[in-house]
């Protein structure tokens, strides 16, 4: 018997090649299909193998490739039986490549052994693969093969690669001579008037600054009375604007303040008129800083959907309720997509302790720190 072996770049060539070399009546031994080359387990090429067997017979002696019987041969009972079982046999072959190709489809990406731990606690923190991909990329381009295991070597590169990602972060500054007008947006529960509440109490009693507050948020009662119940405790006044116009009176009336804070409604994204509406109160207030506010328990996707279309008029982030997901790791994602700075996060419900100035630093022990261990 003759065992040969016959690698290609698919199963359809390497069978030809296979059926052409020894014929017919080869035997199928083994198939496999494998990864060569690339660089540590990136950009491989996948290859065939195939391992065929056939009987040592005299070449003459062999049927001839390809050969079909015509009615003029005579095709023996026996002949008949073993041709049905080679197709059979050749049928299961096949079914098994194509299992394996799809197998080899849906394969995740690879990475190289030492670094896998660190990249699954990436994915579980949120981060989608490509970005993950592109971390463990730059851990070992940074660090030597023998550092890969080491844990505390990884986790300082980790945190100063996601440092670097996050490290567009800038707070609000009151305004000297005239006020700093601040407008927060955002869809609707993910904390806006919450924050204003923080941010304004945070100027007002800690840092005794004029403040002031105003709401175009009059689709809600509740949310008109959400506010005046955070002035009221802070001792700030709110104002209601109905129109553009009364935004831009409100506004004046408040000239001798260091900060005005601006809250909006936040309907759905999808409700383009709504954002036609808010894009008027945004043009006529024309704020200094104009907040998209996201929380952090929200899906990437919507995240990304949202950020498209709040971007055009937004110059800063505020990434909120922290502490209700282990998946801080999605912020990046969305730090990925856009060069907006982040000026805050908020960490929990209380008014006005939970919230933090964002820091490079702070992001990413949010991103990283939850839970205990990583490999
Ligand atoms: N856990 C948690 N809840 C928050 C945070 N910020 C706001 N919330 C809650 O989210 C809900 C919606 O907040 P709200 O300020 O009314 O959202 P808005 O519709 O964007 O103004 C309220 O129950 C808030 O207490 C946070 O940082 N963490
Ligand atoms: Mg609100």
Not at 41 to 54: L, P, W, Y
Not at 91 to 108: F, Y
Not at 320 to 345: F, H, M, R
Request: aromatic share 6%; charged share 25%; proline share 4%.
């Amino acid at each position: 018997m003759r065992v040969k072996r016959y690698v290609g770049e698919n199963v359809a060539d390497t069978m030809s090649r296979v059926k052409r070399e020894l014929g017919s009546e080869a035997v199928i031994l083994q198939t496999r299909q494998y990864k060569v080359g690339g660089f540590l387990g990136f950009f491989a090429k996948h290859k065939v193998e195939i391992t065929a067997a056939v009987d040592d017979v005299p070449v003459h002696k062999r049927k001839a490739v390809e050969k079909v019987p015509v009615a003029a041969e005579v095709v023996s009972e026996q002949d008949t039986v073993l041709l049905r079982q080679e197709i059979g046999d050749m049928k299961k072959i096949l079914k098994t490549i194509n299992k394996q190709m799809e197998d080899l489809g849906e394969e995740k990406t690879a990475w190289p052994v030492p670094l896998q731990p660190w990249a699954e606690m990436l994915l579980e923190r949120g981060m989608n693969e490509s970005l993950v991909s592109r971390i463990v990329r730059q851990i070992q381009q940074n660090l030597n093969l023998s550092e890969w295991h080491d844990e505390a070597k990884v986790r300082t590169e980790l945190e100063e690669i996601i440092g670097r990602m996050c490290s567009n972060t800038a707070a609000i500054e009151p305004g000297s001579g005239k006020p700093r007008v601040i407008a927060l947006v955002g869809p609707t529960g993910v904390g806006k008037t919450t924050t204003i509440g923080k941010l304004a109490a945070g100027f007002k009693i800690i840092d005794n600054r004029r403040v002031a507050l105003i709401t175009v948020d009059t689709y809600r009662v509740a949310a008109v009375e959400q506010l005046k119940t955070f002035g009221e405790l802070i001792g700030v006044s709110v104002e209601v604007a109905t129109t553009p116009t009364s935004l831009r009176e409100a506004l004046n009336r408040h000239d001798d303040k260091e900060l005005i804070f601006i809250d909006t409604s936040g309907r759905s994204p999808q409700h383009y008129l709504h954002m036609s509406e808010l894009r008027a109160f945004m043009d006529k207030a024309s704020p200094d800083q104009t907040i998209l506010v996201m929380s952090a328990t929200t899906q990437t996707m919507d995240q990304l959907r949202v950020l498209k279309s709040f971007e055009s008029f937004t110059t800063h982030l505020i990434f909120t309720k922290l502490d209700e997901t282990v998946s801080a790791g999605s912020i990046l994602n969305l730090l990925e997509q856009t060069n907006l700075p982040t000026a805050y996060i908020t960490n929990g419900q209380n008014v006005p302790e939970d919230i933090e100035v964002a820091t490079p630093q702070r992001l990413v022990s949010y991103i990283m720190e939850k839970g205990n261990s990583y490999v």
